[in-house]
């Protein structure tokens, strides 16, 4: 079979439910956005601290750009690592109590580099069974042998753990535990303190992805691995509450070191531009300030939830500022999303293989430019929908 009709077949199996488009979104004043033509209250996005337009960031963009051009030419062990990323690392460091940071391209780019850079298939990884795809593929990458554990269920992984040795002798392998803090699909938030715990009774080492909780929680608003420092790898990145772009791993000096040599996600991609380097400096002065605004999300959050209680609807309880609505299949979640799309709201249908088979969401993402007001619109046209 010729690529051209594998191409073609493939396509053609692909139902309407499971088929993705890309569509045209332009940003307008934080919570509207024009998408496919019409104003939107946009619940889809992750700006969550309304950073991206911030006029700090902006100006500190500006300039960079001024100061160092464009783009920084090459990877960063070329010519490419302008000095501001030395100032950003370790202050990085400083915010979130880790020994030292790295900072990459994106966040997708770092899980699947970082984590076959560390293993191989002499190594074990227990993972959540609802982690993100990136570490999903960096373990798959690295060949390492894996299990996976039930959700957010830390008994089900101690169960697990307990009965290693009758896995063949697993024990005497390097052992790795991979969990989110804060889940991008249905806003589940991990007890981290309990997996830090696990991980040193079973001598286990422990990979945190905090993308969606930065900037939103922890320390000095850097996330739920902030000041946890025994965590054995935290990520996070600057392209959801931080409002910038790219990623950044916390880790030890001697981790540090090890990867400027043999992560090829890190020593062969361009270094980011000088302009998103602003973004994150602005970032990084901008969010331990705003208590305020995570205290906003939080009662957002808890109005939203309380409001979806009184209506028709299967939702995820979330302890963040995600909330999702939850269907069996992907066409009552694309008549949702489209019931919103046309009366004012942009809100994203979630399927599989995003969400487990046999399951699909509307995932509703909070952001401190919503107000009291955009909740009660919002719940007031979900009341409107029958399921």
């Known amino acids: 079979m010729t690529f051209s009709?594998?191409?073609?077949?493939?396509?053609?199996?692909?139902?309407?439910?499971?088929?993705?488009?890309?569509?045209?979104?332009?940003?307008?004043?934080?919570?509207?956005?024009?998408?496919?033509?019409?104003?939107?209250?946009?619940?889809?996005?992750?700006?969550?601290?309304?950073?991206?337009?911030?006029?700090?960031m902006i100006e500190r963009s500006i300039v960079y750009v001024k100061k160092y051009g464009a783009n920084n030419q090459s990877s960063r062990l070329v010519t490419g690592n302008n000095e501001a990323y030395?100032?950003?690392?370790?202050?990085?460091?400083?915010?979130?109590?880790?020994?030292?940071a790295l900072i990459f391209a994106s966040g997708y780019q770092l899980n699947a580099s970082v984590i076959p850079s560390l293993m191989s298939s002499a190594d074990f990884a227990w993972i959540d069974k609802s982690i993100h795809r990136s570490m999903v593929e960096g373990v798959k990458l690295s060949k390492a042998r894996f299990k996976?554990?039930?959700?957010?269920?830390?008994?089900?992984?101690?169960?697990?753990?307990?009965d290693r040795d009758a896995m063949g002798g697993i024990s005497s392998f390097n052992q790795w535990i991979f969990a989110e803090s804060v889940y991008s699909v249905d806003g589940s938030r991990h007890d981290i303190v309990e997996l830090l715990q696990l991980s040193k009774q079973y001598n286990c080492s422990l990979y945190i992805d905090?993308?969606?909780?930065?900037?939103v929680a922890g320390v000095n608003g850097m996330?739920?691995?902030?000041?946890?420092?025994?965590?054995?790898?935290?990520?996070?990145?600057?392209?959801?509450?931080?409002?910038?772009?790219?990623?950044?791993?916390?880790?030890?000096?001697?981790?540090?070191?090890?990867?400027?040599?043999?992560?090829?996600?890190?020593?062969?991609?361009?270094?980011?531009?000088?302009?998103?380097?602003?973004?994150?400096?602005?970032?990084?002065?901008?969010?331990?300030?705003?208590?305020?605004?995570?205290?906003?999300?939080?009662?957002?959050?808890?109005?939203?939830?309380?409001?979806?209680?009184?209506?028709?609807?299967?939702?995820?309880?979330?302890?963040?500022?995600?909330?999702?609505?939850?269907f069996e299949t992907a066409e009552r979640a694309l008549a949702l999303s489209l019931h919103l799309q046309n009366n004012g709201f942009l809100a994203?249908?979630?399927?599989?293989?995003?969400?487990?088979?046999?399951?699909s969401a509307v995932r509703l993402s909070l952001s401190c430019a919503h107000s009291e007001q955009h909740i009660d619109q919002l719940s007031k046209v979900l009341r409107q929908f029958r399921p």
């Open 5 to 56: 009709s594998l191409v073609a077949a493939e396509s053609i199996e692909l139902s309407p439910d499971s088929r993705r488009t890309l569509k045209s979104c332009t940003p307008l004043e934080a919570p509207y956005v024009i998408y496919q033509g019409k104003s939107l209250c946009n619940f889809a996005g992750n700006d969550y601290l309304n950073l991206a337009n911030h006029p700090l």
């Open 86 to 100: 030395d100032h950003l690392e370790r202050k990085l460091a400083q915010l979130t109590g880790f020994e030292s």
């Open 148 to 162: 996976r554990f039930a959700h957010i269920n830390n008994q089900d992984l101690q169960a697990r753990l307990k």
């Open 210 to 215: 905090d993308a969606h909780a930065t900037g």
């Open 223 to 326: 996330g739920l691995a902030a000041g946890k420092s025994d965590i054995t790898l935290a990520m996070g990145c600057f392209s959801k509450g931080l409002g910038a772009y790219g990623a950044y791993l916390l880790c030890s000096k001697l981790t540090r070191e090890y990867l400027i040599n043999r992560c090829p996600g890190l020593i062969y991609t361009t270094a980011l531009p000088p302009a998103t380097l602003g973004a994150i400096d602005a970032s990084l002065e901008l969010v331990p300030q705003l208590d305020s605004a995570r205290s906003h999300l939080v009662k957002l959050s808890l109005s939203l939830q309380s409001q979806l209680e009184d209506l028709p609807f299967k939702f995820k309880r979330s302890e963040s500022n995600i909330v999702s609505i939850v």
């Open 348 to 359: 994203v249908a979630l399927r599989p293989p995003t969400t487990d088979k046999g399951t």
